[in-house]
């Protein structure tokens, strides 16, 4: 990704090293790996109405509900 | 400020199963209810090696279960008390919001393995009393005991 959200290291038995990187699903805030160079649409989606790239069970749900909307009203009206 | 938490601060690790156990689970306190962002995971074992499936899990936690009460401890010295209550190696589960996993990671039990956030997409749970994060482990066939290590901010 261009700009990925998290970095992961993977640390072998034989002391090999694996790296990779991960995208912040911009509506519920989870983490999922990516290639280099991944397209939106295969990670998941890219949601039009606030530009994030959002994750499969995301797309799935249909609406756009931004985190920082969730975490709002989770302190709100508390987490149900 | 910054605060790291793991399951050797306090209580005993709990033997592995296929079902999940909560290693470190982060939540707003009571008192001094803060919005907190999980910036750095690291999670691994320290059973006998071998070659079995681990399964490591963050959930949103909305209740606490029966964990060891552990206290985030503070990167820099000179900072005030963590405003987040942390609990270790539960003997009884939380309540866990469905499908509300932010990361998971399929690992073999010889590995180990750490994530870190870029600056922004931190794992952010809410200033809801109660509210938090768990990190958890499951595993069909391990039945030693797995580390978990969360560093937060607030």
């Known amino acids: ?80 | 400020m910054r605060y790291s938490s793991n399951n050797d601060l306090a209580g005993t690790k709990q033997a592995m199963a296929a079902t999940y156990k909560t290693l470190v689970v982060l939540t707003a306190a009571t008192a001094t209810l803060t919005r907190g962002k999980v910036y750095d995971v690291l999670v691994g074992t320290n059973g006998t090696p071998a070659d079995n499936p681990m399964e490591f899990d963050i959930s949103r936690q909305t209740a606490a279960g029966t964990a060891t009460a552990i206290t985030p401890v503070s990167l820099e010295p000179g900072d005030r008390a963590a405003g987040t209550v942390g609990a270790a190696n539960a003997t009884a589960e939380g309540t866990i919001t469905a499908t509300s996993s932010v990361f998971y990671i399929g690992l073999n039990q010889r590995a180990s393995y750490r994530w870190v956030a870029a600056p922004g997409s931190e794992l952010v749970f809410p200033n809801t009393n109660l509210a938090g994060l768990a990190l958890r482990a499951r595993s069909a066939t391990y039945t030693g005991t797995a580390t978990g290590q969360m560093y937060h901010e607030e």
Request: proline share 8%; with cysteine; aromatic share 10%.
């Open chain 1, 1 to 80: 990704m261009l700009r990925p959200g998290g970095f992961t290291f993977a640390f072998d038995y034989d002391g090999n090293v694996h790296e990779g990187e991960t995208f912040m699903c911009g509506h519920c805030g989870g983490h999922k790996h990516v290639k280099p160079f991944e397209r939106p649409e295969d990670i998941g989606g890219l949601c039009k109405c606030c530009m994030k790239p959002i994750c499969p069970r995301c797309v799935e749900l249909g609406d756009c509900d931004p985190l920082e909307k969730k975490l709002d009203r989770w302190e709100k009206f508390g987490i149900g």
